[in-house]
């Protein structure tokens, strides 16, 4: 009960922009201080960072985000991959040559509040052929298109939330485009991405995978796919990886087969008559809903705004009634909690609308951009490297800070 009541205090100081005096701190025991800190949204950890030394050994030591975990504050935050313009303003400092015109915008569904972390450090890649994943409080970037030679590359790159810094992985072992790729944690806890498939810079369909395991920054070959087969939908559903669909020159128009690795002994299976071809799989997004019972796997056509749910315990796909108005194209897709972010642009192509939609009732709750995405080359960032919810100067970001266009990567990630 202290602690909580101390988390509610300092909360109220901090929204009024009255940082506790020094004394205050040391009436609090360190293990209460690591009590009150735990309870803390994530928004406001830079600031609670920057009251003391202690206060930031704390927020960053390790283990930090698994208690907020075991005490139930852990937040889930959209997160979304976006391609920037940088204003023409003279007070605008330039693009650095190190740092791609990628940024990460964030949501927070229960604040409504929207942020940044700082750029993706992509060198001269198309960040459209990037993959976009959430595991363990990261956020991982995996592969690339050259814009010099428009060949595969393979690099990492890894965004810790709690440090809030980009480090570079180990490469991905194969350079590869369009390939299948999903997180799966261990039985002995470590969690792993699973990759399959694709193509290379030469056009080589591939059936090859792998796995990387972000903490041990390591990654291990796997026994090759049945099938060769690309842009196939990669899914950690039922302890297994699945890769649905897809296409190869046999099959250009798509596969009805899915490939399955059991995990536990590194073999793969095909699951005949999984997809029907009425879904273009090149034209879908999928993302996995978690309930009580078990894990879902929707999909939904970007163009016709149809959404299936597949029940791999049954091998049964049904159809779900999608209410999402405004949207003619749909850009990206997220799980957050129950429902689905689903964003996406108007028929003009000109501004994104997004909505939380819950499969269950085919409801959606609107949710209000406030310029944070444009189609149009006319807007722009200006603090490129602004933290979470914050601005450089201190001051708190509004939607219309974060301005981009809308790729067709998002993630979910929770701290």
Known sequence: MEAMSSAAAL???????????????????????????????????????????????????????????????????????????????????????????????????????????????????????????????KLVLLGGCSLADHNMRNPVFIYDFQSRKWRQGADMPTSRSGFACSVASSEAGKALIYVAGGSDGHGNILATAEAYDVEADS???????????KNGLGVFMEGKFMVVSGSNPEHPYGLTSAEVLDTKTSTWNSLQGMWSLEMDIRSCLSCTVSTSERDYLYVIHRLKRV?????????????????????????????????IFVSGTDREGRDTVSYLFQPSTGESTAIDTGGVFVSGIDRGVRDTVSHLFRGSTGRESTAGDFAGHLNHHAATVHL
């Open 219 to 229: 990654w291990v070959i796997l026994p090759p796919m049945t099938e060769n087969r």
């Open 11 to 137: 909360m109220e100081a901090m929204s009024s922009a009255a940082l506790p005096a020094m004394e205050t701190l040391s009436d609090l025991s360190s293990d209460v201080q690591r009590e009150v800190l735990l309870r803390i949204p994530y928004q406001f950890h830079d600031k609670f960072r920057a009251v003391c030394r202690s206060w930031e050994t704390v927020i960053d030591s390790p283990g930090f985000l698994e208690d907020r975990e075991k005490l139930g504050k852990r937040e889930h935050l959209i997160c979304i991959m976006q391609t920037l313009q940088i204003l023409h303003d003279p007070g605008v400092r330039a693009w650095s040559s190190s740092i791609s015109n990628t940024g990460i915008t964030v949501y927070d569904p229960v604040t409504g509040r929207w942020g940044r972390i700082p750029p993706a450090p992509i060198r001269n890649l198309f960040p459209s052929k990037c993959e976009l994943l959430c595991v363990c409080g």
């Open 307 to 339: 959404m299936s749910k597949y029940d791999p315990q049954k091998n049964v796909w049904t159809s779900v009634p999608v209410a999402v108005p405004g949207i003619a194209v749909i850009k990206c897709v997220a799980p957050w909690h129950d429902r």
